[in-house]
């Protein structure tokens, strides 16, 4: 799973992802409930979206009950969960738009952080689900990034704790931006659910500050 990563600057998100400029500034590192832009498809365009990072955001769970976090959705059961089940099965597909993200690793026997990118250095983009949220004055948006086993990935198997599952986020080839933008079977979006990206990333640790 991924709990933080590394948005692209608003100049690369109009000139390599052809979207215009939605006129928002974000952090360069995104955490939960922090504000970021996803891409989705309106009109058969593609569109930038500000969305808050994580599904349900703190500030929509009712006094009392406790706030799961909700960045990742499982590709497994995306159907099935009550937060997802409806984004998914309405085809609110989305992109996320990174230039990399944060795993653990734990083979030096402590948690250190590594940074996962596009061995070329390119930005990429990875399959999420998003939702509207109606508020008295419009609508605010949300976004869950999918996941996938990644038990096999030569990389990404490596992180986390010995024991735990390996999971993946799904990165979306470019040719197929817009096909999955505009799926709207949830039988055949699983089929982008898939490793595309095995032998082009790089990993490494970042150091911690002093």
């Known amino acids: 799973m991924c709990i933080n990563y590394i948005p692209t600057t608003r100049a690369v998100l109009v000139e390599y992802f052809g979207v ?3 006129g928002y500034d ?10 970021a832009p996803i891409l989705i498809q309106r009109d058969g365009r593609r569109q930038a979206l500000i969305s808050s990072y994580g599904m349900v955001p703190k500030r929509k769970v009712q006094l009392g009950n406790k706030h799961y976090t909700t960045m990742n959705a499982r590709a497994e059961t ?7 089940r409806r984004a998914w099965l309405q085809g609110h597909l989305c992109l996320v738009p990174m230039t990399g993200f944060f795993e653990p690793c734990y083979e030096s026997g402590k948690a250190e952080r590594w940074r996962i990118s596009m061995a070329d250095g390119t930005p990429f983009a990875v399959a999420g689900i998003w939702r509207a949220w ?3 004055q419009g609508y605010t948006f949300s976004f869950s990034q999918l996941t996938i ?3 096999t990935h030569p990389l990404l198997r490596r992180m986390h704790k010995p024991g735990d599952e390996k999971r993946s986020l799904v990165i ?21 659910l898939v490793q595309q990206a095995t032998g082009l990333l790089f990993g490494m640790s970042i150091p911690r500050q002093q």
Not at 26 to 35: S, T
Not at 175 to 184: E, I, K, S, V
């Open 20 to 22: 215009d400029d939605p």
């Open 134 to 136: 109606q508020e008295e």
């Open 149 to 151: 086993n990644a038990d």
């Open 172 to 192: 979306v080839s470019p040719d197929d931006y817009d096909a999955w933008l505009g799926c709207r079977d949830s039988e055949l979006a699983k089929t982008y």
């Open 78 to 84: 995306v159907g099935e969960k009550p937060t997802y």
């Open 26 to 35: 974000w952090k360069e590192e995104v955490w939960q409930d922090y504000q």
